[in-house]
C-alpha cells in the first residue's frame, strides 16, 4: 500500500475560495476511486457542510479535525460522495494552542493511515491549523483573488513556506488565481504583480455564479445542471491537474 499524498489548500485572507477548491479536489478523487480523507481545520465547518449535506455534528474539542494532533486511531464520517471527514467544529480553536514542537512527527501517523489522499482545508488565520498542514503536506495550493490585497498576503505566504522547508523540505506550492473578472484590466496589473512572486497556475478561474450554486447544493461543479459544459469540464480538469501534480 503506498502512503497518502497530503494536499493543504491554505490562504490566511478570507473568502478566495480554499474551502471550494478543497472539495471540488476531495470529490473528484473519490469519483476516480481513490481513498479520501478531509480534514477540515476551519471553524466554521463549510468543507463538512458541504460534503455532509448538512450541518456537521457538535463534537468536542479533541474530536473531528482535532484527532489528526492527538488520536491514537480517527473516526472520520462516511459522506455522500464516498469521502471520509474528520469535520471542523466549533471547538477546535484549542488546537492553535497544541505544542508546535510536536506537530512534524505526527506526519507518520498520517502516512500510516488507509488513505491515498488527505486534504487540508484550513481557515483564513494564522496559527498551527495553517502551519501544521504546511509541515505534513507535499503540496500546498494557494487560491488567490487579484485584488490590491493579493501581493502582500502571498509574499506572507511564501515566506511562511520558506521557513517550513527547513522541516518539510518537499514541500512544493501551486498558486491559483480564483475569482477572476473577465476584462478587468485592474485585475490583470495585480495578476502581472504576483507573478513576480512565484509561478501561477494556468488556466485562471472566473468568477462565474454557477460555482457558488454548486456548491450551495453540495455539488461539485460538473454535476450541477445549471454550470455549462466548459465550466464543468474547466473545474474537472483542473481536479485533475491538482491531484496528480501535472501542473
Ligand atoms: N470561482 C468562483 N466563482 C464564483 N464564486 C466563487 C468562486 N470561488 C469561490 N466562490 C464563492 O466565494 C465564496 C467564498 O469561497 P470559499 O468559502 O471557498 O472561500 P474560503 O477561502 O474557503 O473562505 P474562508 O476563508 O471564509 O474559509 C463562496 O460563497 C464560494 O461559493
Ligand atoms: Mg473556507
Redesign the pocket.
Known sequence: MNAPRILAVT?Q?????????TFHLAVRAAEEGHRVLLVDF?A?G?ASTALLGSLPPTLRSHEGAAEVFLAKEIHPLPTPAGVDLLPGHQHLDGVDAFPFEDTPERLGFLLGLPYDFILF?T??SVGLRNLAPLLWADRVFI?IEPNSFAAAGLANTLDTIVDVRATNPRLAFTILI??LIPNSSQQRAHIASLSGLAPIYSPY?????A??GA?DQCLPVWKYKRADPRLRHLWRALCGDLLYGRN
Open positions: 490562504n485572507k478570507g473568502g478566495v475560495g480554499k474551502t471550494t477548491l476551519d466554521q463549510n482545508d481557515p483564513p487560491p480564483n475569482r478561474l472566473a468568477n462565474r455564479v460555482v457558488g456548491l
